[in-house]
């Protein structure tokens, strides 16, 4: 049994050309990675991972959601998320999930008004997303950054179902993973679990608990130790694997293998290969 990275990125390396996408996915498969999910940000990367989904569609290595990125919305949001159903009716293969979506307060504009305003158009993307998503009953990848609480509140009032939604790339505590938790919610992990400052997440994995424990890279950005530092790539949740197996959950390396993977079917609900 294989990892599964359940968020990356592969846009930024398929834009370098030449052999960099094929040799990354090929340094992905030797690190024991057996599906990786290329998650959608815009317009720009969606017909991208639906080309990449389809060309691997026999070993089933990449897979892909389509979704617009809070980073991604500006007043043209609605033409964008106009187009993202269209990815479940049109051309094989279907997205796995629609995301992501979501808040994204830190990266904001100082400018308060101008912020205000693309604040705004953030949360009224997110809701036509989790409309969208209840209506297809298909899983949630959400983006949720400095904004937890008002992301939680916008799922909530969707009438989403809970279990579909995973907040990825969780970085916050305990108690904010109780609020998912009790929801029937998902937060998975990335990198930053490894960091020395980070033992809140830690906390939170701990919290969650390896039962519903999901990885991800979010390449190429977030670089796990012992490659911090450098971009980070698909192959590269092998070491977050391994760092979660013995410093977080004091299990073996093949059993927190084999849970992970799991709960990623289960999450994304596709059968083994």
């Known amino acids: 049994m294989g990892l599964i990275d359940t968020h990356t990125h592969l846009e930024s ?31 720009e990367d969606w017909a991208l991972y639906r080309t990449l989904a389809r060309e691997h569609g026999k070993t089933g290595l990449v897979r892909y959601s389509v979704g617009l990125h809070p980073c991604s919305v500006d007043g043209e949001w609605a033409a964008a998320m106009a187009q993202v159903e269209d990815f479940w009716k049109g051309e094989e293969p279907r997205p796995v999930a629609l995301g992501e979506i979501g808040l994204d307060r830190f990266h904001l504009p100082k400018d308060a008004a101008e912020a205000a305003k693309i604040f705004a158009w953030q949360r009224a993307a997110f809701s036509e997303g989790l409309a969208l998503a209840k209506r297809l009953g298909c899983p949630v990848v959400v983006h949720s950054r400095a904004a937890f609480q008002e992301c939680v509140k916008l799922i909530d009032a969707s009438g989403v179902d809970w279990t579909r939604v ?13 609020e998912l938790t009790r929801r029937g919610g998902w937060g998975s992990f990335t990198g930053v679990l490894t960091y020395k400052s980070a033992e809140n997440v830690r906390a939170a994995a701990r ?27 698909p192959a590269y949740v092998r070491h977050i694997a391994e760092f979660a197996a013995k410093d977080v959950f004091g299990v073996g390396y093949d059993e927190l293998v084999a849970i992970t993977t799991a709960n990623a079917r289960r999450f994304f609900q596709w059968s083994p290969p």
């Open 13 to 43: 390396f398929a834009r370098q050309g030449g052999t960099v996408l094929a040799d990354t996915l090929a340094r992905a498969q030797a690190a024991g990675v057996e599906t990786m999910v290329t998650i959608g940000t815009s317009p």
């Open 166 to 178: 995973v907040f990825h790339c969780f970085a916050e505590g305990p108690a904010e993973m109780a």
């Open 207 to 233: 919290a969650q608990g390896l039962a519903r424990l999901m990885v991800e890279t979010d390449a190429p950005y977030l670089t796990p130790f012992p490659h911090r530092g450098k971009p980070n790539e």
